[in-house]
């Protein structure tokens, strides 16, 4: 199972609506490693790494986001894979 990592930035109404929680709810069900953290732009960066099927999972999901959410963009690119170190929610 080949691991990759990728840093996304997510651009939109991404904050103030529960993005960043959802975001570690849905990494942790997919097995994720990494975190997410609100920027002061107003976007959300997150850094993902995992299965490469898991990672083009999960970037998939971060096009939708969660309900109240309106993506614009969602840029990613390859990133060093942390290891294992579970997902979180970072600041």
């Known amino acids: 199972m080949t691991r990759v990592a990728i840093t996304a930035r997510i651009t939109g109404r991404v904050q ?3 993005f960043r929680a959802w975001t570690e709810i849905e990494a942790n069900r997919l097995g994720l ?4 953290r609100n920027q002061p732009d107003g976007s959300v960066l997150a850094l993902i790494a995992g299965p490469a099927e898991a990672v083009t999972l999960m970037k998939e999901r971060l096009s939708s986001g969660p309900p109240h ?3 614009e963009t969602v ?3 390859i990133a060093e894979d942390p290891g294992r170190t579970g997902f979180r929610i970072t600041f």
Do not use: F
């Open 16 to 18: 103030g609506v529960s």
């Open 33 to 36: 490693d990494g975190w997410v």
């Open 69 to 71: 959410a309106r993506v």
């Open 75 to 77: 840029e990613a690119e």
